[in-house]
């Protein structure tokens, strides 16, 4: 794994939430977009090489949905860049880890994406992620 690419943070309004962390990070949201595989929308914000990433919920089935109704809003998950998110799949499975998807699909922000059983992470939701390229 290459770094943090970012931080997800489950927010029940991006409306409300845009403006606070715009104020908290003094930078300005630089994307909104729908991610539709995920039933969210996203908000990205930039801080020097760190990304913040906002997920408000767009269906109640999402996934950030039943999480906001679990556990309220906060931190969901951390995402790590990977040079080939294929090679890093097959590693963590032969680690034991247990993914969340067989394959990686598209995220937000240009991204191929995979998850990793919070079981297997004492808690903690992680994200794989690779640049499409």
Do not use: W
């Not at 890093?88 to 191929?112: I, Q, W, Y």
């Not at 998850?115 to 297997?120: G, L």
């Amino acid at each position: 794994m290459l770094k943090v690419e970012h931080i997800g943070i489950a927010v029940k309004s991006l409306e409300t939430s845009i403006p606070v962390y715009e104020k908290l990070l003094n930078t300005p949201c630089y994307k909104q977009e729908p991610v539709a595989s995920e039933n969210v929308v996203t908000a990205f914000f930039q801080t020097g090489e760190n990304k913040i990433e906002l997920l408000e919920a767009t269906a109640p089935e999402s996934a950030i949905a039943k999480f906001l109704e679990k556990k309220g809003e906060g931190i969901h998950h951390i995402a790590f860049d990977v040079a080939d998110i294929y090679a890093e799949m097959d590693r963590l499975r032969s680690e034991g880890f247990v993914l969340l998807n067989e394959t990686p699909k598209k995220g937000a922000d240009n991204k191929l994406i995979c998850f990793v059983h919070p079981k297997n992470t004492h808690g903690v939701l992680i994200e794989i992620c690779q640049e499409i390229r």
